[in-house]
């Protein structure tokens, strides 16, 4: 039958448009209430044309739904670029740390929690053929600083703080290559937690450009500087006023003034891709850094406490400083203070080119100065920059009592003169770990946590990385890491032989390390032990998997043939593995070996030898083997014993001050 239509009195569309038709529904009986003695049948009646009316309103809201439009690319792109901003840590990757499903936010620890708190179910295993590789995955988000932290610091103030400025080639993190930056960048924390006024100059490297937190341009400056030209047997010297630009920024949490030409067009200083790396003349270059770094002190202002300089690159500052800046009146407050980290590089300097600090290198250049002892009679004499700023500094520090006990004697070569005539201002300072970077308990780069009393995570770290790198995954063979610069003082030899005897002995290998001695071992990383289960040679720079390596390792190897101090066997005990170590410089400082009856129990550690032969690493690795074999109890008390060691900044930061304030009496 035909369906007559009407409108429904009272019912209107949700949304009144005049492009929405007004609906029709079907004809129903009137809705009034049916009068008193009406028959069932008209009940029914009634019913069915209510329900009727109420199916026609269902299909009305139906017809009134707004239609979906699908969103053009550029609206979804928009969409996505507004979730980005609005999150940008999930764009970062940092959603999915280690690979995992669920996002993890970073959050305030309770004191002594663990950062991960993974189970074996919780981590997503790794596999050797992973594209990044997987120790390039995400770190988790590193801990929020809490309250307790707070207070924590606060007691650790000195109610009388010093201002240091810190003159060096090198910072962590973004201005490393080896122990010098590190060194800088844990001092300078520690003494800024201690309260003290810390700044850190710095050259402004092409390499670091963009990487610096709060980079702000200061001031253009002129620095005196000569340059040295020779025509036809004839020698000229020019002075000029070099336009020098001083910027402020923060590194590694610690306040730097950073030093450069500022003139691109003009002058290739620091310019390169890396730390030493550029096509400049590098001996010109620091020579000109000293003098910009004093001249920017006093045109700015500064008139620090301490001026503290590192290594031949920055001497001439302690030069300069007494014989132009003091003596003629301007920074009067400082005294300077040295630290020596490696005596391997000294600055040789013909006493020509020390007119790079805009001074002449004549005055210089007596035996009581900076006169390079191997060069008398030659004509004329050479200067040596590390030894010069050794007569010319108030306190002259190396980085472990060894190494300056070993300087006083052969080991400084033709400064151990020099060395022991200033012998009253010389000692050894032993480095110190940064546990904001270096802590096994709130390591952002391992898959899982641990601490003494609960170190499940460690076991956990040695199957990632074995399964990452695509080892046998076996609990029960002991692995040995290393993580070296591959260069002769690192003791490339005895590695080598260290890898096929952990090999011989059943053991695995983990090498992380590159150098100019490098090209055995890529050949052997090639050929030797290309589907090696237990050996992996990993020739390249890699921070973050040096993390887990220490966190996974049951022994961590330096068999240096000299350390000034070394890090690595420090870093190890971070993570509770055991170093074995060349007993020489720091290493003989910072390692006692377990089976040593002259030492104390408690401060035994590790293991080490004498000796540079095959023998002496062979016998001392057995030891090692054995206590792994054998393990029990022992080896995890051990362990946990050897974490709670305290190689921290805060007791070398507490030594400096002291010699700080030593120096201003
Ligand atoms: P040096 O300053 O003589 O190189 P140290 O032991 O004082 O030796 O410091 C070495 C530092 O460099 C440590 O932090 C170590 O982990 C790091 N390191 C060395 N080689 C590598 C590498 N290939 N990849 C990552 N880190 C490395």
Known sequence: AARATRRVAGVRPAVASDDVPEPEVAEAAPSEPLPLGSNLSDLQAQLAALSAQNAALLDDIDKLKPVEIPKTAEEQAEEERLAAIADPLAHAGLANPMGLETRIEPRVLKPGELLIQNTENDIKWPTPDENPPFYERAPYPAPLPGDGDEEAKAAKRDPNPLHVVHVTAEMAPIAKVGGLGDVVTGLARAHLDAGHNVE??????SSIEGKVTNLEHVMDFDVSKGTETEWDGVREVRLDAFSTSMYTGIIGGGNVILLRPASKEHSNIFIGGKIYGGSYNELEAYLYFCRAALECMRVSGRDPNVIHVHEWQCSAVAMLYWDLYHAEGMLRNAKVMLTIHNMDNTGECRQEEFIATGVSGEEFNTLEKAMDERTIGHNPERLCLLKGAIVYSNYVTTVSPTYAKDALGGGGGFLNKTLSKSRMKF??????????????????????????GAMGGKALCKRYLQEGLGMDVNPDKPLVVCVSRLVPQKGVDLIRHAISHTKDQGGQFVLLGSGHSDPPFSQAAETVYKRDKDVKLLIFYSDQLSHLLYAAADFVLVPSMFEPCGLTQMIAMEYGALPIVRKTGGLADTVFDLDDPSKPYDDRNGFAFDGADNYAIESCMNRAFDLFKHRNVDLRQIQEKVMRTDNTWEKAGKEYVRLYRAMQA
């Open 427 to 452: 000692s050894g300072v032993l480095n110190g770990v940064d546990e904001q970077i270096w802590d096994a308990r709130l390591d952002p780069f391992l898959p899982c946590s641990f601490k003494p």
């Open 200 to 205: 850190v100059i710095l050259p402004y490297y």
